[in-house]
Structure formats: structure tokens, C-alpha cells
């Protein structure tokens, strides 16, 4: 099964809580969590042996099969991914199956977490296709979740004609509002904070209020990381007053020097993101007019625009936003297929922008750096394809014949 859904979504917290549910039931044999940046867990060097390890650990049996074929080929974990997974995990257990000493009645899973995570789209492919030529012809009822995003690469390797017969999938998409949760969430967690800080005397008892928790939980929107990010911060310090904490979040106070960063977490996810995208001046002619130009045309009245009409339809879709920049239709979907774990791409040709908080990212160069997106510069360019699109129509208007 692939488990897939936006940066944030809550992936890695219900892999964890199958993990833990299916080591209890007795069903687990390995879980493997890629971290981006963990030296350890953000390349491959190390699955096969982290796994057929666990595996001894589960099943006991297999200690001795897979020690002999690592003694056997002192090399093994210099081969590649298929070899090591034959050698250690698939011929070991089809020798205990075939010796009746492990039964089909209840499956092993394997839990793979982060799969974005791990260093070189090819990698990550060529990982999913070894996993399932293993483990595909095994009498054993072999059960293996694969958290990640859902990048372009996973998309297509898990769309390839080999690999769609044997996967399910399961999106943590917006059908489901998480919106109730994440405000209880919040309204716990301002609950503990309020009972357990050290300088819990000090917080005002209507703290804080039902319009702030609303506010945050909208700007979460539906992503639990904003919210955990929010608390963690507002906090996480002993020594500094939550309320002065959640006034730095509402941009009512300054944050207390350069280490005093509220969202810390969500720069480091953002900056992961966007370093992944190949041509990011290209993106960024995109992330203007959806962040900067767009707002500006939304929250106009329809008597107010002095602009052309079919503009505000421009702004809201993708094949009007490749019209809008004169590019050639399907360009700006490719461009945004990069950032797939943050903007969704809906079948009709309407974006939307999953993470509230990125505007935020973005427009504070603080927070973005290279990245920043300066108001005054998209506004420009804009500016000068309005003037574009409005001389190609009157050349267009001069060629048509009079009547």
C-alpha cells in the first residue's frame, strides 16, 4: 500500500501508530523511517541490513540462515538492493516457510516511512520495483506500507504497468477536513501548556482565546505540522511566557533575537522542498502571480477591475496561467509537479496551495532567503505582461477587417 499525501499531512505519525499497532499484534518484521537529515536514513546504503537485522530479532529462526549468508559473501552489502534483499530476506524466509517453521496464517509487515526522503529519485524507484519483484511470488502473506509525498518520480514508478497490479493506495487528501482535529489538538495542547509550564502562574486563565485558536487552526490548513510547529514553540522555552511567545506568532511582538525562530520546523520543510526543484526562477514566475497577483484580483469587486475580465479566470487556472505568461500549454503544471507535497494540481486545471504558512515563507525574506519572493519584483513583471497581452490585442483588433 502507498500511503501518500502533502508535506505535513501526518504520514509519518500514523506509520508510527501502525508500527506500533502491528508490533503488538505480532505482525511486524521491519520498519525502516528515511530521514532527510539523518546521515544514516537519507540514503539506501543501510535498509537491507537494518531490516534483515529486525528480521532475526522477529523471527528467530532466520538468525542463522541470514548469518550464514553474510558469511558466506562478506561483499553483500556492497551488492545491489535485489541481491542483498534475495540473499538476507527473501531465501531465508522461503526456506523457513518451505521447512514449516514459519506459517501463512498471520502477515508480516514491513513499514517504509520518508521515502521522499531518501537521496536520488532513481533510487527511490529502483527501491520500490526491488520490493516488489522480491516479495511479489512469496507463499508468505507479505503486507508492505511506503509513506511519502506523492513526488513525480513515486507517482510514476507506482503508475508503471509492473507495479499497478500489486499496489493499493490510500491519499490523505482534503476529502477529509482535519480542521476539528487539529483545533482540538490545539485546544489540548494550550490546555497542558497552561497546566504544566514552569511560569503557568503568569498565563492569564482565558488564554488564549477561541478567535486565536480558530486563527491558527485556518492557517494551518488541514497540515497537522503548522499546528505541532505552533505549539512546540509557544511551549517548548521554560523560560519564556507562552503568551509573549504566541504574541510573536501573531506578529503583535518581535521574537527575541535571531535564535528566537517560531517556525524552524517549517523553514527546514519548505527549504528541503524548494531546493528539490530544478529551475526555481521558473517556478517562481508561478508562485508570484498564484501568491502576489492573485490575491489582488480575488478581493476585488467585479465593478472595480479596470482589467480585462478574463484575467481573475487566468490567475485561477493552469492552462490561464501558462496563457497569462505566454507559455506553452502544460508548463506550469510541470513546473508545479516539483512541488507536488505543497500545490495540488486538481484534474479541472484549478490550483490549490495545500500549506497556508508558504505564503508566509516566502514573502519574509528572513525566512526564505534565496527563495524570497519580493512583492515589488512580481508586481513588476506582471505589470510589463499585462502590457504584452494588451499590445497583442490591439495588433489582433488592427488585423481584423472593418465591416
Not at 180 to 206: G, M, N, T, V
Request: glycine share 6%; aromatic share 10%; net charge negative.
Amino acid at each position: 500500500m502507498w500511503l501518500y499525501g502533502a508535506a505535513g499531512a501526518g504520514k509519518s505519525a500514523i506509520a508510527h501508530t501502525l508500527a506500533e499497532i502491528c508490533e503488538t499484534c505480532g505482525w511486524l518484521v521491519a520498519s525502516f523511517f528515511f530521514w532527510k537529515t539523518a546521515g544514516e536514513r537519507n540514503n539506501v546504503n543501510r535498509f537491507v541490513a537494518t531490516v534483515a537485522l529486525q528480521v532475526t530479532q522477529v523471527i528467530p529462526a532466520s538468525r542463522e540462515l541470514i548469518g550464514a549468508a553474510v558469511g558466506h559473501n562478506s561483499f553483500i552489502f556492497r551488492q545491489s538492493i535485489d541481491v542483498q534483499l534475495a540473499k538476507l530476506i527473501i531465501e531465508p524466509l522461503q526456506k523457513l516457510y518451505s521447512d514449516g517453521l514459519i506459517f501463512d496464517i498471520s502477515p508480516l509487515v514491513f513499514i517504509l516511512d520518508g521515502l521522499d526522503e531518501c537521496q536520488g529519485n532513481s533510487i527511490q524507484s529502483g527501491l520500490i520495483k526491488s520490493l516488489a519483484a522480491a516479495f511479489r511470488d512469496l507463499p508468505l502473506r507479505i503486507r508492505i506500507l511506503i509513506a511519502s509525498r506523492p513526488e513525480v518520480c513515486l507517482q510514476s514508478t507506482f503508475n508503471s504497468t509492473s507495479i499497478q497490479p500489486h499496489v493499493s493506495r490510500l491519499a490523505l487528501s482534503d476529502e477529509y477536513s482535519a480542521d476539528a482535529d487539529i483545533y482540538k489538538y490545539l485546544e489540548d495542547s494550550f490546555d497542558k501548556i497552561r497546566q504544566e509550564h514552569p511560569l503557568a502562574s503568569y498565563i492569564p486563565s482565558s488564554w488564549p482565546s477561541a478567535d486565536v485558536l480558530h486563527g491558527l487552526t485556518q492557517k494551518s490548513s488541514g497540515q497537522f505540522i503548522f499546528a505541532s510547529t505552533t505549539v512546540k514553540y509557544i511551549g517548548g522555552d521554560p523560560h519564556q511566557l507562552p503568551h509573549r511567545r504566541l504574541d510573536v506568532i501573531s506578529h503583535l511582538q518581535p521574537p527575541e533575537g535571531e535564535e528566537d525562530l517560531p517556525y524552524a520546523d517549517l523553514n527546514s520543510l519548505y527549504n528541503h522542498v524548494l531546493s528539490n526543484v530544478r529551475n526555481f526562477e521558473r517556478v517562481k514566475q508561478v508562485l508570484g502571480v498564484l501568491i502576489i497577483l492573485k490575491p489582488i484580483f480575488r478581493y476585488q469587486e467585479p465593478d472595480d477591475i479596470l482589467y480585462p475580465t478574463r484575467i481573475d479566470d487566468i490567475l485561477y487556472s493552469v492552462p490561464g496561467i501558462d496563457d497569462f505568461l505566454f507559455w506553452q500549454l502544460g508548463e506550469t503544471k510541470a513546473c508545479l509537479s516539483q512541488l507536488a507535497s505543497v500545490i495540488e494540481c486538481c484534474e479541472n486545471g484549478t490550483i490549490s496551495i495545500l500549506h497556508a504558512s508558504l505564503s508566509d515563507f516566502l514573502l519574509d525574506p528572513s525566512r526564505s532567503h534565496h527563495f524570497h519572493l519580493c512583492r515589488g519584483s512580481v508586481l513588476g513583471d506582471c505589470a510589463a505582461l499585462g502590457l504584452r497581452h494588451l499590445r497583442q490585442q490591439e495588433s489582433a483588433s488592427f488585423l481584423l477587417p472593418s465591416k
